[in-house]
């Protein structure tokens, strides 16, 4: 996935990463920063190109060919460290952030009939917990969790307009689901990359209880791209 994954996500139009910058350079009183989920590292620099003045911008990934890419290209800004960790143990010793944040990293929301569900890459409840209790234990008091905003998914096909095409489908699964999805050479068929991940889903209530148990609260949102939580 990952030599594929910026031509996905820029030639795809994923993402809005400029809107997902600019809502988190909001966010003007944090100067020490993790981003869950970091990939390679485009929302990062999109954010450092606004506010190059962090004292500390931390990234964490489960994918080491990823972290290699974001290495490369976070390299202009000397205040950034990129870990391969699993987020259900997130351990950096000594480091406490004002703010963290998840965009299409382990947990983001999506629509649901008026209100908002909680998508996480996460399946087993208990390290669910486990992984928000660390990303807690890790904030200053007062600092803030921001989860992403996205649209709901959908299976779809989407040219990136250079001979190839991306294609994703959605399949029900108990308290979840699984989206499959691929990229093909346009000219002669061959899928280039396929993978398949299974998520948990949770209702609004049920994840706002979960955060709330590791002592974060809803906050007014500075602007559409996230919901945000506070550690009391």
Known sequence: MAPFYDDIMRLGR???YAAVAANLAAVTAARRALE??????LVLQQLLER????DVVDGVDLTAAMLEIARK???PWFQVGLEEQDV???DLP?????LAWSYGGPWYWVPDGGTWAMVSHIRPDEDNARGLARVAAHLAPGGLLLLGVQGPHSAYERPLGDGRTY???LDGLDGGFRKEYWLTDDATGQTLMRQVIDYRLYSFPAAVAMLAACGLRQMPSRGPMFLEFALS
Do not use: F, W
């Not at 869950?36 to 590292?41: D, F, I, Q």
């Not at 000594?94 to 004002?98: A, I």
């Open 88 to 90: 259900t143990g997130l």
């Open 167 to 169: 294609a994703q489908r």
């Open 94 to 98: 000594g480091r406490v952030y004002d």
């Open 36 to 41: 869950l989920g970091v990939g390679t590292g």
């Open 73 to 75: 290209r976070l390299q």
């Open 51 to 54: 506010r190059p003045d962090y």
């Open 14 to 16: 994923y993402y809005d």
